[in-house]
T-cell receptor
Framework: NAGVTQTPKFQVLKTGQSMTLQCAQDMNHNSMYWYRQDPGMGLRLIYY???????DKGEVPNGYNVSRLNKREFSLRLESAAPSQTSVYFCAVGRGGMYEQYFGPGTRLTVT | GESVGLHLPTLSVQEGDNSIINCAYSNSASDYFIWYKQESGKGPQFIIDIRSNMDKRQGQRVTVLLNKTVKHLSLQIAATQPGDSAVYFCAETHNTDKLIFGTGTRLQVFP
């Protein structure tokens, strides 16, 4: 029972390159989330998915796209990476609404 | 790896003492609150939650207090241990899927 897994753990991109961050869960929860974490900014929501087939923007969606492939998987894509997207990215899952979210180990992304 | 970095408020306590970490929230309509612990290089870990119809909730060695009048939340850790050293975040929500996180407090435990 791995909970929430994320790949890759680390990534370095050049400006303009694209990549997809993967998230998978075995907790059978409906809601999945992508956050970024920057120094002094706490965790900010990029996109979330309340159920398979639905996605919604969070606080900082610009420059990102998401895909809820099935109940287990939720991917985050950077089409043209920028240095401002250097951050640590966390995927989280939960029952939605007023319930806790469970976080993956994170992906540390550096864009040069 | 860092969790949140350069200008985090820091609480330093001696091992065995009690710790109190505070959080001011912004939305008076928020009705659900969570505390998370984040160790270096790891994702946030759920500690305890509380709904707005409660003032206090206790877990194992932790207690969360909610004061809705002044929009204040606190996390009390009894008999603080070196393993409690981490960054602690509060989060709030108002009947939605979206949690709003605070910027965090670093807890340092000295022997």
């Amino acid at each position: 029972n791995a909970g929430v897994t994320q790949t890759p753990k680390f990534q370095v991109l050049k400006t303009g390159q694209s990549m997809t961050l993967q998230c998978a869960q075995d907790m059978n929860h409906n809601s999945m989330y992508w956050y970024r974490q920057d120094p002094g900014m706490g965790l900010r929501l990029i996109y979330y998915s309340a159920s398979e087939g639905t996605t919604d923007k969070g606080e900082v969606p610009n420059g990102y796209n998401v895909s809820r492939l099935n109940k287990r998987e939720f991917s985050l894509r950077l089409e043209s990476a920028a240095p401002s997207q250097t951050s640590v990215y966390f995927c989280a899952v939960g029952r939605g609404g007023m319930y806790e979210q469970y976080f993956g180990p994170g992906t540390r992304l550096t864009v040069t | 790896g860092e969790s949140v970095g350069l200008h985090l408020p820091t609480l330093s306590v001696q091992e065995g003492d009690n710790s109190i970490i505070n959080c001011a929230y912004s939305n008076s309509a928020s009705d659900y609150f969570i505390w998370y612990k984040q160790e270096s290089g790891k994702g946030p870990q759920f500690i305890i939650d509380i709904r707005s119809n409660m003032d206090k909730r206790q877990g194992q060695r932790v207690t969360v207090l909610l004061n809705k009048t002044v929009k204040h939340l606190s996390l009390q850790i009894a008999a603080t241990q070196p393993g409690d050293s981490a960054v602690y975040f509060c989060a709030e929500t108002h009947n939605t899927d979206k949690l709003i996180f605070g910027t965090g407090t670093r807890l340092q435990v000295f022997p």
